[in-house]
């Protein structure tokens, strides 16, 4: 049996719901954890790339040393372009 939904206090409900859905992302984005909504970096100049480990932290790594973090982070432009940290190569996101 379908339940009944008062639309304007479900609504409501769900806003609340969405809005700590997005809290909680950004404050896992802050403290280093996955980063949703975008694939992970790679430098084709210098191979500085991103990774995510097992429990979700998110790292910038070289090649030579995969899942150590090196504590560098690339920077993102206002075109949709990122520069990466070490050789200020820039790095473009194909959109999905």
């Known amino acids: 049996m379908a339940k009944k ?12 719901l969405a809005g700590q859905v997005e809290s909680y992302r950004l404050q896992a984005e802050k403290l280093g ?7 992970l970096l790679e430098c084709l100049s210098c191979g500085l790339r991103e ?17 150590i973090d090196t504590g560098l ?4 432009g206002e075109d949709g372009t990122w520069m990466c940290p070490a050789c200020q190569g820039l790095v473009q996101i194909a959109p999905t």
Do not use: Y
């Open 51 to 67: 990774d995510e480990l097992a429990d979700l932290t998110f790292v910038v790594c070289t090649m030579d040393e995969p899942g």
């Open 33 to 39: 954890r996955l980063q949703a909504g975008r694939p």
């Open 73 to 76: 982070r690339f920077a993102e």
């Open 5 to 16: 939904f008062d639309s304007d206090h479900d609504l409501h409900h769900l806003r609340d």
